[in-house]
């Protein structure tokens, strides 16, 4: 292996390309595999050029980005002159230009920054989390070596690179931008982005018509003209699942090398899309058929939300995206008629909370939700994609015909009402199996929201008041309207852990959180409170436990406890995954 790589270091001479793409993700381990870090083969002087970094919660506008980079917020206006002031916020993922000088230091282009480490975290952390991929987390362990992590303040070397001469776009090229890749980027839009062709893109990276990029890596972007500007890209869908890891495949370029490999590849895609082509046919005539027989409408499949709405009777109208998600996932269109006749024209008697009304129609209860229209594709969109059996279900859409802007959601309201008021409820005490039930089956929707959905999401909204109790006394989670895409790692999901443990606490205690004060104030015992002694840490337990409850397992209440303090730790890093939870909820809960 060595000798292989041996020999393709030498050829790197006579390759035209810029610099290796490497498709190790930022945390792995050393290796010697090209593009770890951009190489310069002869010394040269620095290069201006730019690195893309991208808002997130601990950085939401230039204010705080430019403190991460050491430069003037008016600077990084100016290189971002479609932002308006140093304070605006910035949603998540919003792409920064930070201006850098790149230089040749040890064989590799760099530029390097100080960074003071606020907490005990790890390397990985930093480069992975904090400078998003910018470099490896191998990396910044060697220019840091024998550094005591917490508190120290670090030599980050980032990555960039400068335009090489002897290559063949060296000439014509003013800039080398680095840019993190994150889960659903594709080149395509990645390209459009910066205006540059699919050859330039392919041969600053080396790669070709078979290559696949991977999240957590970086590619360089070749610029020619002299001033640079991010265009944005509408969100794409995501791409298919391939295996266990979502990859991002590169378009394949034009060139190409015989016109019998053409001919031979056009016969095979012709073939492959023939053969789809009838399964989709036979598959829609059952669909049709089958809906005949149960006298409902066909539908048609649109890549667009129906947006006419309908007067009188309900009718059933499918809103997915696709075909296939049409087939699965058919709404109610509702007309508003119905819908205030439903909840005594919106009354404050059926109001639930701001904008979500508890109604009745044709006896079934059911919750409705107020939002803006241009939302609701969205929500439609994202529930024809999730497919859990823990999770409130869409049953239908109402649009508004007198006020477009605003449109209603139409939800299941599972018969017992939310957690909350469950929990609130004295003279109907959930009992202790049913408590774990529910908390286990909360948890299963979160580890599918995170680890099984693609992509993965948070739900960031986690509560008692967003957890349902269906007549069976099991938990359903609501409120599955606006989650984040986990596509820049996984710190947006410890906020669902934190919130889980919240849960946790309250099926416990059956007190409210108000204002974070539970979590931080009521579980002292388990720190060695109460004397310190195992007899304090039950005897501050049963203190804790909901006085009506009057089932329940020590034991296993004190394992609750204790996963509920692990879940709402101050460093994120500290809080279990949801795996983990699971497995602890597991021997719990009941069976299905």
């Given at each position: 292996?060595?000798?292989?790589?041996?020999?393709?270091?030498?050829?790197?001479s006579?390759?035209?390309?810029?610099?290796?793409?490497?498709?190790?993700?930022?945390s792995?381990?050393?290796?010697?595999?090209?593009?770890?870090?951009?190489t310069?083969?002869?010394?040269?002087?620095?290069?201006?050029?730019?690195?893309?970094?991208?808002?997130n919660q601990?950085?939401?506008?230039?204010?705080?980005?430019?403190?991460?980079?050491?430069?003037?917020?008016?600077?990084?206006l100016q290189?971002?002159?479609?932002?308006?002031?140093s304070?605006?916020?910035?949603?998540?993922?919003?792409?920064?230009?930070i201006?850098?000088?790149?230089?040749c230091s040890?064989?590799?282009y760099?530029?390097?920054?100080?960074?003071?480490?606020?907490?005990?975290?790890?390397?990985?952390?930093?480069?992975?989390?904090?400078y998003?991929?910018?470099?490896?987390?191998?990396?910044?362990?060697?220019?840091?070596?024998?550094?005591t992590?917490?508190?120290?303040?670090?030599?980050?070397?980032?990555?960039?690179?400068?335009?090489?001469?002897?290559?063949?776009?060296?000439k014509?090229v003013?800039?080398?931008?680095?840019?993190?890749?994150?889960?659903?980027?594709?080149?395509?839009?990645?390209?459009?982005?910066f205006?540059?062709s699919?050859e330039?893109?392919l041969?600053?990276n080396?790669?070709?018509?078979?290559?696949?990029?991977?999240?957590?890596?970086?590619?360089?972007i070749?610029?020619?003209?002299?001033?640079?500007?991010?265009?944005?890209?509408?969100e794409?869908s995501?791409?298919?699942?391939?295996?266990?890891?979502?990859?991002?495949?590169?378009?394949?370029?034009?060139?190409?090398?015989?016109?019998?490999?053409?001919?031979?590849?056009?016969?095979?895609?012709?073939f492959?899309?023939l053969i789809?082509?009838?399964?989709?046919?036979?598959l829609?005539i059952?669909?049709?058929?089958?809906?005949?027989?149960?006298s409902v409408?066909?539908?048609?499949?649109?890549?667009?939300?129906?947006m006419?709405?309908?007067?009188?009777?309900?009718?059933?109208?499918?809103?997915?995206?696709?075909?296939?998600?049409?087939?699965?996932?058919?709404?109610?269109?509702?007309?508003?008629?119905?819908?205030?006749?439903a909840t005594?024209?919106?009354?404050?008697?059926t109001k639930?909370?701001?904008?979500?009304?508890?109604?009745?129609?044709?006896?079934?209860e059911?919750?409705i939700?107020?939002?803006?229209?241009e939302?609701?594709?969205?929500?439609?969109?994202l529930?024809?994609?999730?497919?859990?059996?823990n999770?409130?279900?869409?049953?239908?859409?109402?649009?508004?015909e007198?006020?477009?802007?605003?449109?209603?959601?139409?939800?299941?309201?599972?018969?017992?009402?939310?957690?909350?008021?469950?929990l609130?409820?004295?003279?109907?005490?959930?009992?202790?199996?049913?408590?774990?039930q529910?908390a286990?089956d909360?948890?299963?929707?979160?580890?599918?929201?995170?680890?099984?959905?693609?992509?993965?999401?948070?739900?960031?909204?986690?509560?008692?008041?967003?957890?349902?109790?269906?007549?069976d006394?099991?938990?359903?989670?609501?409120d599955?309207?606006?989650?984040?895409?986990?596509?820049?790692g996984?710190?947006?999901?410890?906020?669902?852990?934190f919130?889980?443990?919240?849960?946790?606490?309250?099926?416990?205690?059956?007190?409210?959180n108000?204002?974070?004060?539970?979590?931080?104030?009521?579980?002292?015992?388990l720190?060695?409170?109460?004397g310190?002694s195992?007899?304090?840490?039950?005897?501050?337990?049963r203190?804790?436990?909901?006085?009506?409850l009057?089932?329940?397992?020590?034991?296993e209440?004190?394992?609750?406890?204790?996963?509920?303090?692990?879940c709402?730790a101050?460093?994120?890093?500290?809080?279990?995954?949801?795996?983990?939870i699971?497995?602890?909820?597991?021997k719990?809960?009941?069976?299905?």
């Amino acid at each position: 292996m060595i000798y292989l790589w041996f020999i393709a270091l030498l050829c790197i001479s006579s390759s035209s390309a810029q610099q290796f793409y490497d498709p190790k993700n930022c945390s792995t381990e050393p290796d010697t595999y090209p593009g770890s870090r951009y190489t310069c083969k002869t010394p040269q002087h620095p290069c201006e050029t730019y690195l893309v970094f991208r808002s997130n919660q601990h950085f939401q506008n230039i204010s705080e980005i430019s403190k991460l980079f050491h430069m003037n917020p008016d600077t990084l206006l100016q290189e971002n002159n479609h932002l308006n002031s140093s304070s605006q916020f910035l949603e998540a993922g919003r792409e920064v230009l930070i201006p850098v000088s790149c230089s040749c230091s040890g064989g590799f282009y760099q530029v390097i920054f100080r960074y003071v480490v606020p907490e005990n975290t790890t390397f990985s952390e930093i480069a992975c989390g904090v400078y998003e991929g910018l470099l490896k987390s191998f990396t910044l362990e060697r220019a840091n070596l024998n550094t005591t992590i917490a508190g120290a303040e670090l030599n980050v070397p980032l990555r960039c690179s400068c335009p090489d001469d002897s290559a063949s776009i060296g000439k014509k090229v003013n800039y080398l931008v680095t840019y993190p890749i994150i889960q659903g980027d594709s080149d395509s839009d990645i390209r459009a982005k910066f205006g540059i062709s699919e050859e330039d893109f392919l041969e600053a990276n080396d790669l070709h018509q078979f290559s696949t990029l991977f999240p957590q890596t970086t590619v360089l972007i070749p610029v020619r003209d002299d001033s640079i500007k991010i265009t944005d890209i509408p969100e794409s869908s995501p791409a298919p699942i391939s295996g266990f890891l979502p990859t991002i495949p590169v378009a394949k370029t034009h060139r190409v090398k015989s016109p019998t490999s053409l001919y031979i590849a056009a016969c095979v895609i012709g073939f492959s899309l023939l053969i789809m082509a009838i399964l989709v046919s036979i598959l829609y005539i059952k669909v049709l058929r089958k809906w005949k027989s149960e006298s409902v409408q066909p539908f048609t499949p649109s890549t667009s939300v129906v947006m006419s709405p309908t007067r009188g009777s309900s009718t059933t109208s499918c809103l997915s995206p696709d075909l296939l998600a049409g087939i699965k996932y058919c709404l109610v269109n509702y007309s508003i008629e119905e819908l205030k006749m439903a909840t005594k024209d919106f009354s404050e008697e059926t109001k639930k909370s701001d904008s979500v009304y508890k109604g009745l129609i044709t006896n079934l209860e059911v919750m409705i939700k107020r939002m803006r229209f241009e939302d609701t594709r969205r929500v439609i969109d994202l529930h024809s994609k999730i497919n859990h059996i823990n999770i409130v279900n869409l049953l239908g859409v109402c649009y508004d015909e007198s006020d477009l802007s605003w449109s209603y959601l139409v939800f299941e309201w599972p018969k017992n009402g939310c957690l909350r008021d469950c929990l609130s409820d004295g003279s109907n005490v959930l009992c202790w199996k049913q408590r774990t039930q529910i908390a286990f089956d909360i948890a299963t929707v979160l580890h599918y929201l995170h680890c099984c959905a693609f992509p993965s999401y948070a739900h960031l909204n986690v509560s008692s008041r967003n957890i349902f109790v269906t007549e069976d006394f099991r938990g359903k989670l609501a409120d599955i309207a606006a989650p984040e895409s986990l596509r820049s790692g996984a710190v947006s999901e410890k906020v669902d852990i934190f919130a889980f443990g919240i849960v946790l606490l309250e099926l416990i205690s059956a007190r409210e959180n108000t204002e974070g004060k539970l979590a931080k104030d009521s579980i002292g015992f388990l720190g060695g409170g109460g004397g310190g002694s195992e007899g304090g840490c039950f005897e501050g337990l049963r203190n804790f436990m909901d006085p009506n409850l009057k089932d329940y397992h020590l034991a296993e209440a004190l394992c609750l406890a204790v996963l509920a303090k692990a879940c709402v730790a101050d460093d994120p890093l500290h809080r279990p995954t949801m795996d983990d939870i699971m497995k602890v909820l597991a021997k719990m809960a009941s069976p299905q």
